[in-house]
């Protein structure tokens, strides 16, 4: 079966622009979540989502905002985009948020901010 | 933040068993262990999970102490495709999953 995609798989965009990622999950999946990744923070928590309803949020900005579909896709949205915004964002599937084991990833969007 | 500690980097020779240690020692009773590992440029990857009993699929086998305070992940027999960070995860139910820095595991030839 077709695994979690991510588009697009790169992007780069300007200081102040806004950015949009999608994350189509793994048929049957109803649980998505988003993580970002840089060298230096690692791999943090941004959101969760469950039947289009938003269940966990990590520590970042209001600039960082996320809605899933009834079909369970997810997309997330970065406003007035910074520097410092440059990562890998990653998305994860599972079939509901209780299944640990079941997380499958993306392999991300390589966002670059210049 | 992350509920566990690991070793920032280990080697092991290839074919021999990697032995990756994780402390959770401030680990709740309804809290699982999960494994995960991330190969270079791809997103992580489950591997195992437990509670209280040692586990064993395909790819690994995870270690519980008795106390639950720390475990160990082991790969039977090392590959050069093994080279990746190893998550040791502490989570309990429906919670949000929290990566540390994990273990960068070097496969050497």
């Known amino acids: 079966k077709a695994g979690v995609t991510q588009t697009p798989r790169y992007l780069i965009k300007t200081r102040g622009q806004q950015v949009t990622l999608s994350c189509s999950p793994i048929s049957g999946h109803r649980s998505v979540s988003w993580y970002q990744q840089t060298p230096g923070q690692g791999l943090q928590f941004l959101f969760e989502?469950?039947?289009?309803?938003?269940?966990n949020k990590g520590n970042f900005p209001g600039r960082f905002s996320g809605r899933q579909f009834s079909n369970s896709r997810s997309e997330m949205n970065v406003s007035t985009l910074e520097l410092g915004d440059s990562a890998l964002y990653l998305c994860?599937?599972?079939?509901?948020?209780?299944?640990?084991?079941?997380?499958?990833f993306g392999s991300g969007t390589r966002l670059t901010v210049v | 933040d992350a509920k566990t500690t690991q070793p920032p980097s280990m080697d092991c020779a290839e074919g021999r068993a990697a032995n990756l240690p994780c402390n959770h020692s401030t680990i709740s009773g309804n809290e699982y262990v999960y494994w995960y590992r991330q190969i270079h440029s791809q997103g992580p990857q489950y591997i195992i999970h437990g509670l209280k009993n040692n586990e064993t699929n395909e790819m690994a086998s995870l270690i519980i102490t008795e106390d639950r305070k720390s475990s160990t992940l082991i790969l039977p027999h090392a590959t050069l495709r093994d080279t990746a960070v190893y998550y040791c995860?502490?989570?309990?139910?429906?919670?949000?999953?929290?990566f540390g820095k994990g273990t960068r595991l070097h496969i050497l030839p």
């Open positions: 989502y469950f039947s289009e309803t938003q269940r």
């Open positions: 994860a599937s599972s079939l509901a948020p209780d299944i640990g084991y079941g997380y499958t």
């Open positions: 995860i502490v989570r309990v139910g429906d919670d949000k999953i929290i």
